[in-house]
């Protein structure tokens, strides 16, 4: 080996250990000084999403007015569109109803977010939201939706954050099966994919009477997550030699979420 | 020389941010094209050993500094079993395999075999992907491997292996553009002389 090939390999493992020797403290450090430098290619990147999306909608729509104006039914389909438009909005605006009656009824203070990028990583289930630390959102805080328990922040930066979703394996969450004494811990599955993936509650007692179709809520043990969050529907129990083990169905629809809330740290006494 | 590789590092932090551009396909398992380990494999063909090391570590470090996990915290009374982390900084040893097995075949990208390095380049995403997993599996241990996670592999490096050919091609625009030749300058043997 050529003498500066000699230097270059001991330099790499210098550095090499050097990274893996980080404390917590400064790979959050580094984490919070890379997505502050990134985060407006990400926010960027999420424009350009949605122009193309928006752009392939339009192209879809000059088609079929192609298609209806072969038809002379000008008038008509311009009605139609009218009322399309119109039912989109009515859509929306229900959406933005729902999110803002979750926001005022929620018995605690929320913070809303809009995804703007979607499992950036290969193996770990995280969305990316347009709130960071200039708004208060800190790590580890609780994230939801109308429908129930999304995740949990994993890396705030100053203007982004990344929110580890309930689908991961990483993200346990202490829960109770509702009308029976019986609690577990929730996860996801290691690589699982598909837009619907279920959920393992384990460590339940091997003789429980669980049935498919009961609710499952989070506790409120463990220090992360508030009590009494959904968190989906069993789907079926199966008895180990120590422990049961059920799969559940989440309950939040996380391929069609698009806006989640933040629990922020304030006071419960002071909902908004 | 170094105008060479000053660019080649330039290319690899503009992939850094390309790839934020780069979303997961449901509809293929979560697949999505790795550009910044495609550029770091294109790269290190043309790059002598030193460079492949240092871009080994740029990559290996932007990489996990944008998807390390923090730890899952909580109560450990609550979570008596709790799930860990890749550590940071792993991804730089993965990175630099990839790199000495791509220098392995320097001498036929020399030769002008492009293609050969293409296909190595999907090889070592597959082969990266898949050691990572094994990684996961191994700190987290429970071994499971489901079919899906093959999938996300295979049809990850599939994709990403499509767009070699492209970022070959703006590898050697940019080596005619810095007027560096791209010759074998990897790990040789000395000649050895019996007395």
């Known amino acids: 080996m050529k003498p500066q090939n000699l230097i270059a390999l001991l330099l790499f493992i210098a550095g090499a250990v050097w990274a893996l020797t980080r404390s917590e403290q400064s790979v959050r450090s580094i984490q919070k000084t890379v997505y502050s430098a990134i985060s407006p290619f990400?926010?960027?990147g999420s424009g350009?999403?949605?122009?193309?999306?928006?752009f392939i909608k339009e192209v879809e729509h000059s088609q079929a007015w192609e298609t209806k104006y072969d038809l002379a039914k000008e008038e008509l389909d311009k009605k139609r569109i009218e009322v399309a438009y119109l039912r989109k909005l009515e859509i929306e605006n229900a959406q933005l109803n729902q999110a803002l009656k979750f926001q005022q009824e929620a018995p605690f203070h929320v913070l809303a977010a809009k995804i703007i990028r979607r499992q950036p990583s290969t193996w770990w289930q995280t969305v990316t939201i347009n709130r960071g630390e200039k708004q208060g959102v800190g790590v580890q805080l609780t994230v939801l939706s109308p429908e129930g328990l999304v995740g949990k922040v994993d890396a705030p930066s100053e203007e982004t954050s990344t929110v580890i979703l309930l689908t991961d394996e990483n993200c346990q969450v202490s829960a109770k099966v509702d009308g029976t004494p019986e609690v577990g811990i929730l996860s996801g599955q290691r690589g699982q994919t598909g837009d619907k993936p279920n959920l393992r509650l384990r460590f339940l007692s091997k003789d429980a009477t669980i049935k498919p179709g009961m609710l499952v809520f989070t506790t409120g043990r463990g220090g992360l997550f508030p009590a009494d969050i959904l968190l989906g529907t069993i789907e079926s129990f199966e008895s180990g030699p120590l422990y049961g083990e059920a799969l559940v169905k989440p309950a939040v629809d996380f391929a069609a979420l698009k806006i989640v809330f933040v629990k922020t740290p304030n006071s419960p006494e002071s909902p908004r | 020389m170094i105008k060479y590789t000053l660019s080649v590092i330039l290319l690899t932090l503009a992939a850094c941010m390309v790839q934020q551009f780069m979303p997961a396909i449901s509809g293929l398992h979560g697949a999505r094209v790795l550009i910044l380990p495609l550029v770091f494999l294109c790269a290190t063909v043309s790059v002598n050993f030193a460079t492949m090391l240092l871009l080994a570590f740029i990559c290996g470090f932007l990489w996990d500094a944008q998807h390390a996990l923090s730890p899952q915290g909580g109560d450990p009374e609550v979570y008596t079993n709790p799930v860990e982390s890749l550590r940071f900084g792993y991804s730089i040893i993965l990175y630099a395999m990839m790199g000495l097995l791509m220098q392995g075949i320097q001498p036929l990208f020399r030769k002008g075999k492009w293609h050969i390095s293409s296909l190595l380049a999907g090889i070592a995403i597959f082969l990266y992907l898949f050691s990572e997993y094994l990684l996961i599996n191994f700190v987290r241990g429970d071994f499971a491997f489901p079919p899906t996670a093959f999938y996300r592999i295979y049809l990850t490096s599939a994709l990403t292996m499509l767009f070699s050919p492209l970022?070959?091609?703006?590898?050697?625009?940019?080596?005619?553009?810095?007027?560096?030749?791209?010759?074998?300058?990897?790990?040789?043997?000395e000649p050895r002389y019996l007395d």
Not at chain 1, 48 to 54: I, K, N, R, S, V
Not at chain 2, 180 to 189: E, F, P
């Open chain 1, 42 to 44: 990400i926010t960027g």
């Open chain 1, 48 to 54: 350009l999403e949605t122009t193309a999306t928006e």
């Open chain 2, 167 to 189: 970022i070959f091609w703006i590898i050697f625009q940019l080596a005619s553009a810095c007027r560096h030749t791209i010759r074998y300058d990897g790990l040789k043997r």
